[in-house]
């Protein structure tokens, strides 16, 4: 089956995406596959200035799933231009979507200058990481401001533009519009929910931040839901993801409305997670006779 | 070097606390090294979730895995209860393990669930490195000393304390090891974290080495999710460093207790 994707200006081989701080900076993953294998990689938030993140713990397993309040630990911007995506880019030949969060509106512009020119195939705002206190969470559930650093943003950058939506919202489609409007040409959902656990013993929540964000298959039928409604909602490629382990999984967000879907905590599950699901589509397609991939994209409304 | 692979359970002590599996590979693999860990997918689907990290307690070449550890949850529980025949998920080995060019003369410190990779590193230290190690275990209860009878039939005599007197010497690690510590000694602890401060600082205090194997939680296990880090420092720079990658072993010095 041909597996290539249009996501707007962005071509890719295959519709099978690394999600943002589970795949590290690709090479970890490396010596079980090759990663130019996948459609293409999204790394870590990078941040302008280097953070060290949240303190331990940083993880809680959850029902079929797990918590999570890294904090957008991160090197910097400059050390990624510098020295992590050259590296990189010397020994493995895959888009890199570089995700990029702030802590106000400047900064988002100001990381996506330092990374024109580079060699990233797109940029991913992440509006919606909901650990970090300041910024990121405040800009992704007002729609006003989703618009305001998308457009800010747009000015700046000829790359690619995803906009990573948060479902902590009460109408994800109104982000979505906003990104739309703000200029974004992909949407990419959705980001982790907010939850939390509680320590028995210390009768103290686990997570220093109180709230940590919620990843894995539980989360996938809620994810699912966000992307059917926002390929309604907006006429942008969409990269589903939230809970995805295997191609069924990803047939689903493909007939939901994505383009693309990226694959996150499955990869803790299982290392070769991504390339199970490109074999497993490829497969799909052999057995129900369908050449192309793309011909499957939104069916689920018709 | 690390794969993933299924192997074969063809031992299982199991007791209400703690657990013993033997594993067989299917086919010939690298060899760990003392304090490395694979991670143990721990059920048949996605709950639970996450995969164990158990480091290794020996290790056979080809192919032929031991694992002591604790039964603290459902995935601990899981592992526990596999029967002779059924195949567990593996992945690894993984982690820095201990710095084998020890200088001095290795003294291995083991607390609890501790113990576990310590019997790999002496059998290592004994054969690879030609080196007989001193060893001082202790544990709450004999119940928990899973691992003795393996140090002795690699002809070491193990110094044991148990807090209930139940085996060995009655008292804490800390009540017998001032009398054992020789000055060229190097420490190699594994256990509670309280246990491990305690011979940080006493190494510290006669300045000898000391390593310690720590553990954290763990998602990926390959140093990418950031999930496991624990605080370090050198000099006087604090930063955090993955259990997973950078660890599971430590310099003591660098550990931020």
Redo the contacts between chains.
């Keep these: 089956m041909d597996l290539t994707v249009n996501l707007g200006p962005l071509h890719l081989q295959n519709p099978v995406i690394t999600a943002s ?5 690709g090479e ?2 490396a ?2 596959f090759d990663p130019g294998s996948l459609g293409a990689v999204t790394v ?1 938030g990078l941040t302008l200035k280097p953070k ?2 949240n ?12 918590l ?1 309040s ?1 904090g957008l ?1 991160n090197p910097g911007v400059d050390k990624f231009v510098n020295e992590i995506l050259p590296s990189f880019k010397k020994h493995y030949n895959v888009p890199v979507i570089a995700n990029i969060a702030g802590d106000t509106v400047e900064e988002y512009v100001e990381i996506a200058e330092m990374l024109n020119g580079g060699k990233v195939a797109a940029l991913e705002l992440n509006l919606s990481c909901p650990n970090v206190a300041a910024g990121g969470m405040a800009l992704g559930i007002d729609p006003f401001l989703t618009e305001k650093v998308t457009a800010k943003v747009r000015q700046k950058t000829s790359l690619p533009l995803i906009v990573k939506l948060t479902p902590n919202v009460t109408d994800i489609t109104v982000i979505a519009k906003a990104a739309a409007n703000g200029g974004a040409d992909i949407l990419s959902l959705i980001n982790t929910l907010v939850g939390m656990d509680i320590d028995l013993e210390k009768q103290k929540p686990v997570f220093a931040r109180k709230t940590a964000g919620l990843s ?2 539980a989360i996938r039928p809620i994810a699912l839901a966000s992307v059917f409604k926002v390929y309604e909602a907006v006429n942008l490629p969409l990269i589903g993801m939230g809970g995805i ?1 295997d191609e069924k999984d990803a047939l689903k967000f493909i007939l939901a409305g994505a383009t693309a879907i990226a694959v996150g ?1 499955a ?6 997670s991504c390339l199970k699901i490109i074999e497993g589509l490829n497969r799909y397609g052999r057995k129900e006779g369908i050449s192309r991939i793309s011909s499957l994209i939104g069916r689920a409304h018709q | ?2 794969e ?1 692979f299924k192997a074969k359970v063809i031992f299982n002590n199991c007791g209400a606390k703690m657990a013993t599996l033997v594993l067989q590979a299917p086919k010939p693999i690298s060899s760990p090294s003392p304090a490395q860990f694979y991670l143990l ?1 721990a059920g048949e689907f ?6 164990r990290p158990l480091s290794v307690s020996q290790f056979e070449e080809p192919g032929l895995l031991t694992f002591r550890f604790g039964i603290k949850g459902r ?1 601990t529980s899981w592992l526990a209860q596999r029967k002779k025949g059924e195949e567990i998920e593996l ?1 690894g080995p993984l982690g820095n393990g201990f710095d084998l060019k020890v200088e001095g003369h290795p003294l291995l410190v083991g607390g609890g669930l501790g113990i576990a990779p310590l019997v790999y590193l002496a059998q290592y230290l004994l054969e690879k490195e030609e080196k007989v190690p001193k060893v001082v275990l202790g544990a709450g209860t004999q119940k928990d000393l899973r691992g003795l009878k393996a140090f002795r039939r690699l002809g070491l005599s193990p110094q044991v304390v148990t807090e209930d007197g139940s085996y060995g010497k009655k008292g804490m690690i800390s009540d017998i090891l001032p009398a054992i510590l020789d000055r060229d000694d190097e420490i190699l602890a594994c256990g509670p974290r309280p246990m491990l401060y305690y011979l940080s600082q006493i190494a510290a205090k006669n300045n000898l080495k000391c390593q310690v194997a720590l553990e ?16 370090v420092k050198n000099g006087e720079e604090l ?2 460093a993955r259990v997973c990658t950078e660890g599971p072993v430590f310099e003591a010095s660098k550990v931020v207790w």
Excluded: H, I, Q
């Design positions: 701080g589970t795949f590290g900076w970890e993953y010596s079980f870590k060290s993140g303190p331990p713990p940083r993880l809680v397993e959850t029902p079929a799933g797990l999570n890294v630990a894995g298959p382990m905590s990869n803790f599950y299982d290392p070769y | 070097m690390s993933s997918k996605f709950d639970p979730f996450l995969r995935g992945l954290e939680v763990m998602a990926c296990g390959v140093g990418a999710c950031l999930g496991c880090v624990t605080p930063s955090y």
